[in-house]
């Protein structure tokens, strides 16, 4: 603008140079909301507690020793392996697997179903799907709970049927924890699933059938592979939230056991107040994951090179 | 591009002046979670002219620590329980009320006046007070409740279907007063007897409920619960047979108080606001709403009829002592923390 001569050329070299700063906001974004949290997270670790919340800023080993060696209740007795917390993490995991597992199931035919609809209804289908997700998750998962609880429509349904004599008891267990969970990220199933179906070229399956080749030979050998990235970002998407997670083991579980979520939120919101210690389980947390989907993507680039 | 720039100052003229009408008279309040009747917080409004902006929280600590990440400078008052006061003020959190700043507060009741956990009076005023302790659905349960057993060794119609608050210090002085020995005990016996009787207690709850401790007694999730008195008094309100008990073992006494926040950015309306809250007219309107007790004089006539008469705010004659929380110690708050951890394992 300030340049005065713009001739094809010197805009593209412009456009260029300026590209740096064009990305600035990009850069930026990326810094102060990925990046800073996690690297004052990895410092805090690290850090000395302070008593009711807060840290000194001496180097300290003693987050992770808590997590890892159990030193008996008065903290003085010769340390052995602590198996506390590495149960919290497993029963977290499990929780979001089954989770991930059940929106997986539902997501899955759900998710074809719309990409084979007329073009034209699928948007419709895929608004009807989000519209409950315009609600607050909190709203959402107590009215789970409703729904779930021993004089709640469910349990009175099924009596009505005669299906059953005395009323379920799903709130409060470990199954409560795994609707509220799919209900919760079934969407972030279904949406990349579909979006994956709906590129896939439907004449693939028909060759397919012409060679003889059974419909659940068609679905395992030929669309699966082809819509398996789909799959693999769905599963992601929820199973990552899911271990995180505290408000349906809160809500719908009872909190009577610890997740991975509850333990670390006790740290800052609860009367442990141990800072580094919650910054040191997010840390142990966020390297699972990480190591997670370095996994998915190394099998993915395998998988690509083969092919 | 003379009209972009005409479009820019116009916008930024607006901009202006929204900013300019939303920095009319406010005060921030930091508060717990449905504590404060709208009723009441319009007639502040409509009496001086200054909006109440509210943040809320779930529990003292919760409060703590978002003030020590960062949320000093932002708020002008919160109310913290009795034993969080006194730490705040510890911490230099609380700015001192000087003599003469606040014109009502002589209407302090003479009990509430010079209190262990801010003698005379300094950062706080009293803003509710009641006691923790539990309620039976008396539909499941008719035996005698006046005892702790309830929770800790619960009769076989209650086994697995009792709430426990979600948080750690009402569960662990609960805890201590079955016992009968004192909250945050350095003996290592008692400790050890204290982690023993609460994983044995555990088989016997159903859940940790401190947000919905109301809602599961009426919802009938659970038989019996921990809960404060005013929140019984709601439940049976909403149609539960709830009945709140006052063991004789003892239970918890809390004093709820709003203080005044270090580097408030709206000071005087604050102290407006707290004068407003020593008015025995305005006191009267919160304390019948929320079913506690207020600490100011002259609340009491004009009170609801069936508030003065409510047994949860009236502890009977052989109800046990009323006790206070303490904060422990770091060295035993670890202990404590090993002991939760455990039982929530």
Known sequence: MAGGTVSGSTASSTYREARGWLLLPAWSVLLFFSLAPVIMMLIYSFLTKEHRGGVIWEFSLSAYDQFFLDRGLFGDEPPRIQWTYIAIFWRSIWQAGAATLMSLVVG?????????????????????????????????????????????????????????????????????????????????????????????DFALS???????????????????PAVKPGVIAGCI?????SLGSFLAPDLLGGARNFMIGSLIEEQFKGNAGNWPFGAAASMILLTLVLLLLLVFARQQARAERRS | MKNTFARLAATTALALVATAAAAEEKVVVFHFFEYMPQELIDKFTAETGIEIVMDTYDSNEAMLATLKAGGMGTYDVSVPADYM???????GMLDEIKEGELANKGNIEQKWLDVAFDAG????????????????????????????????????ELAGKVNMLDTQGEVMAMAAIHMGIEQCSTDRDQLKALNDMLQAAKS??????????????????????????????????????????????????????MVLLQDAPNRANALKLMDFLLEPENVAILTNWTQYSAGIEGVTPLLDEELRTLPEANPPADAGPGIFIEACDAETQAVYDRIWTALKQ
């Open chain 2, 204 to 257: 016997n709850w159903v859940s940790f409920n401190s947000d919905t401790a109301k809602e599961v007694l009426v919802s009938g999730d659970a038989a019996a619960g921990m809960i404060w008195n005013g929140f019984n008094a709601k439940a049976r309100a909403e149609g539960a047979n709830t009945e709140y008990a006052y063991p004789k073992q003892g239970y918890i006494v809390w004093m709820d108080n």
């Open chain 2, 85 to 91: 006061v006194k730490i705040m003020a510890g911490e």
């Open chain 1, 108 to 200: 899955f035919p759900t998710a074809y179903f719309i990409a084979t609809r007329p073009a034209t209804a699928r948007p419709l289908w895929v608004f009807l799907i989000t519209i409950p997700y315009w609600v607050n998750l909190l709203i959402r998962t107590v009215s789970m709970k409703f729904l779930l609880r021993e004089q709640g429509p469910l349990n009175d349904f099924l009596q009505w049927t005669g299906a059953i004599d005395s009323p379920l008891q799903i709130v409060n267990t470990n199954l409560a924890v795994q609707i509220g969970l799919f209900y919760s990220y079934l969407p972030f199933m279904v949406l990349p699933i579909y979006a994956a179906v709906e590129r896939y």
């Open chain 2, 121 to 156: 009076r300094k950062y706080s005023i009293p803003y509710q007070w009641g006691s923790t302790s539990f309620a039976v659905n008396r539909d499941v349960y008719q035996g005698d409740i006046a005892t702790t057993d309830i929770l800790f060794d619960s009769p076989a």
């Open chain 1, 206 to 224: 028909e060759a397919a059938a012409d060679l003889y080749a059974s419909k659940w030979t068609t679905l395992r050998r030929i669309l699966l």
């Open chain 1, 237 to 241: 998407l929820v199973f990552v939230p």
